[in-house]
């Protein structure tokens, strides 16, 4: 849909990170305690996404207002109206986290120089949406319609943004198809070995770099997109 995206609805609820201060250095007469550097937080501070927060997202790219909501208008535009919308979604004890889910790989009907019926949304339009994310407090979300291709080639090579401790992973099975077939002629699917290799890798990277717990969104519509029972969980990822 093109409307607004209760996230939590379709997420896979893991368990969360710790949100434990550290501190070392010697200690003893004229010994000077030294603190460690800050660890990575997300927007409006702490390390863990859920259950602690309800995520509202808007979902879409700029190439066409009929990709969705996040298409309409200027990202700053998007980003007010989705605040506005998400207010509605708070309740006592659970504030709402605002996500923009950028279509960073679009599915195409027509294959492309290499037959993978996608096509990749340039660094610098990526760029913009990180840095409306972040003069909004909100979460960016990066989504994978990978056509031919593997969800886990395509989120490798997004490793540069999802290094950054505010920006997800979504993976979009309907956009998901095998050889013969054509986005948009057929509803995709995805074997969970591919999800599993993916989020493993998200983990590993969050893992390595010290992130927050991670936004690890798999769109599911129909019974036979993704079988969900398969899915594993990650400590790292909601």
């Given at each position: 849909?093109?409307?607004?995206?209760?996230?939590?609805v379709v997420?896979?609820v893991v368990?969360?990170g710790?949100?434990?201060?550290e501190?070392?250095g010697?200690?003893?007469p004229?010994?000077?305690?030294?603190?460690?550097p800050d660890?990575?937080?997300?927007p409006?501070?702490?390390?863990?996404?859920?259950?602690?927060?309800?995520?509202?997202?808007?979902?879409?790219?700029p190439?066409?207002?009929?990709?969705g909501?996040?298409?309409?208008g200027?990202?700053?535009?998007?980003a007010?109206?989705?605040?506005?919308?998400?207010?509605?979604?708070?309740?006592p004890?659970?504030?709402v986290?605002?996500a923009?889910?950028?279509?960073?790989?679009?599915?195409n009907?027509?294959?492309?120089?290499?037959?993978?019926?996608?096509?990749?949304?340039p660094?610098?339009?990526?760029?913009?949406?990180?840095?409306t994310?972040?003069?909004?407090g909100?979460?960016?979300?990066l989504?994978?319609q990978?056509?031919?291709?593997d969800?886990?080639?395509?989120?490798?090579?997004?490793?540069?943004?999802?290094?950054?401790p505010?920006?997800?992973?979504?993976?979009?099975?309907?956009w998901?198809?095998?050889?013969?077939?054509?986005?948009?002629?057929?509803?995709?699917s995805?074997?969970?070995?591919?999800?599993?290799a993916?989020s493993?890798?998200?983990?590993?990277?969050?893992?390595?770099h010290?992130?927050?717990?991670?936004l690890?969104?798999?769109?599911q519509?129909?019974?036979d997109m993704?079988d969900h029972?398969q899915?594993?969980?990650?400590?790292?990822?909601a």
């Amino acid at each position: 849909g093109v409307a607004a995206v209760v996230v939590a609805v379709v997420a896979f609820v893991v368990g969360g990170g710790g949100t434990g201060d550290e501190t070392r250095g010697a200690v003893g007469p004229g010994a000077t305690a030294t603190v460690a550097p800050d660890r990575p937080e997300l927007p409006g501070g702490g390390r863990q996404l859920l259950p602690d927060r309800r995520i509202v997202a808007f979902y879409g790219a700029p190439q066409d207002e009929e990709l969705g909501a996040l298409g309409i208008g200027t990202p700053d535009q998007a980003a007010r109206r989705l605040a506005r919308q998400a207010r509605a979604y708070a309740r006592p004890g659970r504030p709402v986290q605002p996500a923009l889910e950028l279509i960073a790989v679009i599915a195409n009907a027509d294959p492309g120089d290499d037959g993978m019926y996608r096509t990749r949304q340039p660094a610098r339009i990526i760029d913009r949406y990180l840095r409306t994310a972040r003069r909004h407090g909100m979460l960016l979300l990066l989504d994978i319609q990978p056509g031919r291709a593997d969800f886990f080639d395509e989120a490798a090579r997004l490793e540069r943004w999802l290094r950054e401790p505010d920006v997800g992973l979504a993976l979009d099975p309907e956009w998901r198809v095998g050889p013969g077939e054509v986005p948009g002629q057929v509803i995709g699917s995805v074997d969970p070995r591919e999800v599993n290799a993916t989020s493993a890798w998200l983990a590993q990277l969050s893992a390595r770099h010290d992130l927050p717990q991670k936004l690890f969104l798999i769109h599911q519509f129909t019974d036979d997109m993704v079988d969900h029972t398969q899915v594993k969980d990650r400590p790292e990822l909601a």
